[in-house]
């Protein structure tokens, strides 16, 4: 009798999101590869595409001065409350997604609760919007099924008249002073790959960081963390030595989707080589070497945010463009310029403005030249 109304039961939701298939995904212009990314899916493997998080706005608010823990308490009819971890989460929520992993489609003020959203009746009429339950399990099911290995509702839930796993007072006093290690950047790492023209991908972290100006996100997209832990085998990544090649099992498209967003037009040679590269060098990259004013920049400051770099004019007034007696401080050169040359035009020294090039004194002088005769006083080198 239960198997009867078991199948009955699926009969009749098969039945009812059938229709609202037809009533909403004509009208939200929604279709089956709207959401999943194989041609039949399935139960046990329904192809589910990961939310677009990239169009999907929040607020930042610091780990530190979040919620402690939360009760997750509307879906309470078969199980016990869920006391939520926050902060802890919201901790290593910042290695990766930060806020918007969880709360996306936010406001600019206070951060909503999840129920403001996501209904907590199934029968609702957008179904490209999942209920409550639905949202919930999906930002939760995938990283602790991949730490745990287990499909255990119990994990997390506690049924109804059993013991609860343990009270929200007591857990928030459990946790109120612990947080998660702070991890270690790797100035430098040597990948091995099978890559045979080019068995090595030597990785700058910091430079990545510090010079191109790359965020966290802008690499660790959509991890979780069973990349570092897992249940049955910890696989936390330490490097013993950066000058020793390093082997992590991944399949081709993991190891390149974190470097495509910037380098997928670039040629496989420029990150492969027989042996460990050097750290980035302007000069040798490019053939211009920075000089003392602009090696300490970032990248950015230069070419922009969009870590597309391409030549630049490396002409001075490309951007320096509003350069003009009276603006610019000519000491930071190294060089003072004496009275007789404080107010003269940039250009009667620098011809056509190339302030790379040495200054000439024949505009003026017919018994001058530069460096032998200098139009002031060497001074300390500003920075």
Known sequence: MKKIIFIIAIFSTAIYS????KKNHPVTNLTCKTCHSCEVPTRKDPCLKPCPRASMVTVYEPAEKTRNVVSLNELSKKYNPVIFQHRIHAQMS???GGCATCHHYNTSGPIQPCKNCHLINRKRDDISKPDLEAAYHRQCISCHREWSHS????????LKNSPQIQSEVTLSKTLESKTHPKLVEPKKIIFATKYNEGKLVTFYHEEHINLFGAKCIDCHQQQNCSMCHDKDKIKTYTQQNENLPVNIQRNKA????????????DNCNLCHKQKAAASFNHETRTGWALNSFHEKLSCDKCHGTSYKF???DNNCISCHKDWKVGTFNHQITGLKLDENHAEVDCGDCHKDKAFSKPPICSNCHDDKSFPKDKPGK???LLK
Do not use: A, D, Y
């Open 310 to 312: 391409e030549k630049l």
């Open 151 to 158: 499909n255990s509702c119990l994990s997390c839930h506690s």
């Open 378 to 380: 060497l001074v300390k």
């Open 254 to 265: 993991e190891h390149h989707k974190p470097c495509f967003s910037c380098h997928q037009k």
């Open 94 to 96: 910042e290695m990766s």
């Open 18 to 21: 059938q229709k609202q298939i």
